[in-house]
């Protein structure tokens, strides 16, 4: 990379960081555009692999409720293994721009039912009916995209969890996902020593971000930080359609 490239990389990385800290969600989210704008789709996929993972390990032990979460949405989990295999084909299949525009697609309505904050409520039944088909088109959409948080996130709020349960649920779809997609990204040949040098090494910047994301969570209006940051990715996600196209 050039030291252009490393710079961008590297705040992309402490961004993420902040965000994950203040809020305990979003890295990749916010990492991955940030990413694909400096080195393109398929380029910048693996590289926020390895400090996601790390930091949802984090805060899965330290959310308690471990368990009781897996057990109750193992299913989801599941599905989200041949939904990603099913993404990565497509990735490999398709050209990077046509990903690039359906990544900002996927953050721009991200961020605009995060910013309507619409009423949504699931009963038993549908609850318990809807968890395959979201852990797999979740997973379909990661896997083409990297992004992890359509359709799952507006379903985990859907169930009115309390933070703590709705942290440890959303987070170990993110760790299985971005654990799945290693894999697959390394046999289709766009993770391997290079992307993992650099995932490394965005260890420290990412931690940086986080342990400032930590310290400012209590200054900071959360409604209010939560709205510049979903407001950000919205912003990135039209770039992303606009760059393509154009």
């Not at 030291?3 to 979003?26: H, M, N, P, R």
């Not at 940086?208 to 990715?233: E, H, K, N, Y």
């Amino acid at each position: 990379m050039e030291a252009g490239q490393i710079i961008v990389v590297a705040l992309a990385y402490l961004a993420a960081g902040f965000v994950k800290g203040a809020s305990g969600l979003g890295f990749s989210t916010t990492c991955l555009p940030i990413l694909v704008l400096a080195l393109g789709l398929k380029d910048a996929l693996a590289l926020v692999i390895i400090p996601s993972v790390v930091a949802n390990i984090f805060l899965i032990l330290s959310s308690g409720h471990l368990k009781e979460t897996a057990r109750r949405f193992w299913p989801l989990y599941a599905a989200q293994i041949p939904g990603i295999v099913a993404g990565l084909a497509l990735l490999a299949w398709i050209d990077g721009a046509v990903a690039t525009v359906v990544l900002g697609l996927v953050l721009g309505v991200y961020a605009a039912v995060a910013l309507a904050q619409p009423e949504l409520r699931l009963a038993p039944g549908p609850e318990r009916l809807l968890r395959v088909p979201v852990g797999f088109v979740t997973a379909v959409i990661n896997g083409l995209t990297g992004s992890q948080v359509m359709p799952v996130v507006p379903y985990m709020l859907a169930l009115r969890l309390d933070p703590k349960r709705f942290v440890q649920a959303v987070n170990l779809s993110f760790t299985l996902s971005s654990l799945v997609m290693a894999v697959g990204l390394s046999r289709i040949g766009l993770f391997g020593g290079h992307e993992l040098a650099v995932s490394v090494a965005g260890l420290a910047p990412s931690y940086a971000g986080i342990w400032m994301g930590g310290r400012m969570r209590g200054r900071l209006s959360p409604d209010q930080f939560r709205r510049f940051v979903l407001t950000v990715l919205g912003v990135l996600g039209l770039v992303l359609v606009l760059r393509s196209v154009i």
